[in-house]
């Protein structure tokens, strides 16, 4: 990473002989030596192309034969999810059709894209190797848990329930490995793109970053459907299910919680290290370049610039590619677990409805948001009135409507039982409640982040009485912004419950069992426009990549201005994304510790429907679990910090020991910036992912073996259950309060940057970049991650169940 190939420039350099740098060759480096191909990819480029055709159509037969033999849904399913794949082939050929602009464009780029994909690399070689060591450990507690009555009537023995989660663990951490490299594929090819559209038109700028971003959305949510489907179908005919003696449907989603696990895992990982290294290299590079140098943001005198430039595509494209897919993957997990469990005691004559309904729902997605992606079109430049987030939203609105209809469609479709004949109408609304709380979401962190409305603009004020002002003003803001949505989400779950709770779905006794099915309805209408609003955050990064390519092959300042809008539209859309993220977290966490609870259940062969913490135990769980999620968010940030001191000492070391590089007469050492957050970012994720992993499994054994002495042998899994709900609480306020503040103070330096309060170089622009700085780790590192925690903590409660009891 640290070697160069010689430029053209290096001649001129030695000898002090450059003149302008307008009137110079703008060479960059390349930062590597050889191009690099994913193993599979680099497979199957090796392999003739008939061949391949004639193994793709087998596997296609196959997967199709297998799904009719499950259930016609199943073969729909495939179907949406193979022609999302060929839209997204569309997509691509699209984008990649356009021009990347100059040389010196396509010279930039070149390196962003050779530091992102050995980063990539890197990152997940380290992962997939620690994935393989936790399904070893996973695989050695199955051989010799417990088993529950259903498994042991069906045959299901240790054996082969171990090899079936380990199989599913590392297959959902392989499909969110290669979601995050989507993600991270397409956005270093269609930053250059963007920026060269940008000399033409606004308009086509923002529909390549639009269609960009669509591409990798389409392919992370049908590869999570997929991968689902896939795995249900081929547990489906291999067991038998529903044969005589074999294992009932609706057991048949608890194998799958193994896959849950494994994207989460990656998830994980993949947005600690990326948000590490994002944001290590942009305080860097903002701290010496801006504050104590006075040169603009992406400006290549910074030798920080190129590594900035990386993490955005590693931190924002490849972990939030990972963390979307994680995210989809387990709330359609929790909710084929609680339609099975309801389905199960209501006694409906055909559960499969109810298990494979969140299947259809996100099939419907890919239908929808493609159309949305596509509603975004070229039609001339952007009007004087008419802005890029008016036009985003104009598409997001017409996802929402279709989704409103096709929800209702799926919920007649799937939810229809002779018993309760309306209750699928109760369950349609369920989903209304869910998509209003997705807009609303959206809408909430709209407001509090965009530079159009009133609390950005008043911390940018803040930051016309100094650094410290600002930071008070942002902090509070953040603070503030959790209030609304916890006010949405508590709505949202109560209204839910509630018209699940009247659905008419009844058990034996006569008691109403569809609450919280309700709850799981709710949350797949939050996620029904999952690829659109994924779509719109993969806009923010490309749109970021671009206008450091612009800046940095020093193009006019109209195409500057260009870029700098669509940042500002994609800080935004960033922010609002990742608060939808907040939101469906929160509820399917919820479903997830419903599913726990369930499960305990099932293995304990007890009733476990309550926690009660006025136990002391249990109480010290509910502690132990808010104390992870400070714990965690402090080891975050604080890597951040460490990283970024090595960054700046580099930077200031290279700014005294070259002082040509202010005049353009010495070059940066680029490869020495991305050297140093690659390593650092790689080692210091580790320890908050360690916390995370082991935590819940040492806090609920360890209970577990005190409960056994004590008398209580549910203690261990009661203890569990309290940190993950304390956890869960916890963890929201805190994300929503770290994603907030940080898209906050970013855009309150925009807004400055507009030449409010004095622009750019001003006084109050040099606090407004303190407070950025600030919140870097806020909403890219520590945010971020928080969501997916305490998905992982659900999931991984779920996994090692057996050895709370």
């Not at 700028?205 to 639009?210: D, G, K, S, T, Y």
């Not at 109403?512 to 709850?519: A, D, I, R, V």
Request: glycine content about 10%; proline content about 4%; some cysteine.
């Amino acid at each position: 990473m640290n070697s160069f190939q010689s430029v053209p420039m290096d001649d001129d350099m030695e000898g002090g002989n450059l003149g302008p740098y307008q009137e110079r060759a703008r060479v960059f480096p390349n930062m590597r030596t050889k191009p690099y191909t994913p193993l599979i990819f680099h497979l199957l480029t090796r392999i003739n192309v008939r061949i391949l055709f004639v193994l793709m159509l087998l596997g296609f037969g196959a997967i199709f034969y297998i799904g009719a033999s499950t259930s016609p849904v199943i073969v729909f399913v495939f179907s949406v999810c193979i022609i999302s794949f060929l839209l997204s082939i569309y997509l691509t050929k699209w984008v990649l059709a356009k021009d990347e602009g100059p040389p010196e464009m396509a010279q930039i780029s070149d390196a962003i894209r050779d530091g992102a994909e050995g980063f990539f690399r890197t990152q997940y070689g380290t992962i997939s190797k620690m994935a393989v060591l936790l399904g070893l450990v996973i695989l050695s507690i199955y051989l010799f848990r417990s088993t529950t009555p259903q498994q042991e009537s069906s045959g299901l023995g240790r054996s082969r329930s171990a090899y079936i989660t380990v199989t599913a663990f590392l297959l959902g951490a392989m499909c969110s490995g290669i979601a995050g490299y989507v993600g991270m594929w397409v956005s270093v090819r269609a930053n250059v793109r963007v920026s060269s559209a940008a000399r033409r038109s606004a308009r086509e700028a923002l529909q390549i970053a639009v269609r960009a971003g669509g591409f990798s959305a389409l392919v992370v949510v049908g590869m999570a459907v997929i991968g689902i489907a896939i795995l249900y179908a081929i547990f489906y005919v291999w067991l038998g299910v529903d044969s005589p003696g074999a294992m009932k449907v609706t057991d048949l989603p608890l194998l799958l919680v193994g896959y849950g696990f494994g994207a989460s895992f990656v998830a994980l990982f993949a947005q600690l290290g990326g948000g590490i290294y994002t944001k290590a290299a942009d305080v860097g590079a903002d701290l010496v370049g801006k504050v104590e140098q006075g040169i603009p943001e992406d400006d290549p005198r910074n030798p920080a610039v190129i590594a900035d430039l990386v993490g955005d595509n590693v931190g924002d494209c490849a972990a939030r590619g990972a963390d979307l897919f994680e995210s989809i993957a387990a709330e359609i997990i929790s909710a084929m677990i609680l339609g099975g469990t309801m389905a199960q005691r209501c006694k409906i004559e055909d559960p499969s409805g109810f298990i494979l309904f969140p299947l259809v729902v996100h099939s419907f997605d890919l239908v929808i948001s493609s159309v949305g992606i596509f509603s975004i079109r070229n039609k001339g430049d952007l009007g004087a009135i008419e802005d890029p987030m008016s036009i985003l939203q104009k598409g997001y609105s017409v996802t929402i409507i279709l989704a409103v209809l096709t929800f209702g469609l799926s919920t007649r479709w799937m939810l229809y039982t002779e018993q309760a004949p309306s209750a699928w109408l109760n369950f349609a609304l369920c989903g209304l409640v869910g998509i209003m709380t997705a807009y609303i979401f959206v809408w909430i962190t709209k407001y509090y982040t965009d530079y159009k409305h009133e609390p950005v603009r008043t911390l940018a004020l803040s930051s016309s009485t100094g650094h410290g002002t600002n930071i008070i003003a942002g902090v509070s803001l953040g603070l503030e912004s959790t209030a609304l949505p916890v006010l949405v989400i508590s709505v949202a779950i109560v209204s839910a419950y509630w018209l699940g709770h009247t659905s008419g779905l009844v058990d034996e006794s006569g008691t109403p069992t569809g609450g919280l099915f309700g709850t799981a309805v709710a949350t797949m209408g939050m996620l029904s426009t999952a690829a659109y609003v994924l779509t719109m955050d993969m806009f923010g990064p490309i749109a970021d990549n671009a206008g450091g390519i612009v800046e940095m092959s020093q193009q006019p300042e109209s195409v500057r201005e260009i870029t700098d809008v669509l940042d500002a539209v994609g800080n935004t859309t960033k922010a609002t994304t990742k608060g939808f993220a907040i939101g469906s977290a929160a509820l399917a966490s919820f479903l997830l510790f419903s599913a726990y609870m369930d499960e305990v259940a099932t293995f304990a062969n007890v009733p476990f429907n309550q926690v009660d913490i006025a136990i002391p135990e249990v109480f010290v769980g509910g502690l132990l679990g808010s104390m992870l999620i400070y714990l965690f968010s402090a080891w975050a940030c604080s890597a951040v910090g460490r990283t970024a001191q090595e960054v700046v000492n580099e930077v200031r070391r290279q700014f005294i020991e070259r002082p040509g590089i202010m005049d353009y007469k010495e070059k940066p050492d680029y490869g020495r910036c991305v050297s140093i957050v690659a390593s650092a970012s790689l080692r210091e994720m580790i320890k908050p992912g360690a916390l995370a992993i082991i935590s819940p499994i040492v806090v609920g054994f360890v209970f577990r073996v005190l409960g056994y002495y004590t008398g209580h042998p549910l203690l261990g899994a009661k203890v569990v259950a309290a940190m993950l709900m304390f956890a869960t609480v916890s963890g929201i306020l805190m994300a929503l309060f770290l994603n907030t503040a940080g898209g906050a103070w970013d855009n309150a330096k925009k807004y400055i940057e507009t030449g409010a309060l004095g622009g750019k170089g001003s006084d109050s622009h040099k606090a407004a970049v303190t407070g950025d700085t600030v919140g870097d780790p806020f909403k890219d590192t520590a945010g971020p991650s928080l969501h997916v925690l305490i998905k992982m903590l659900a999931t991984i409660t779920l996994v090692m169940a057996p050895i709370f009891l």
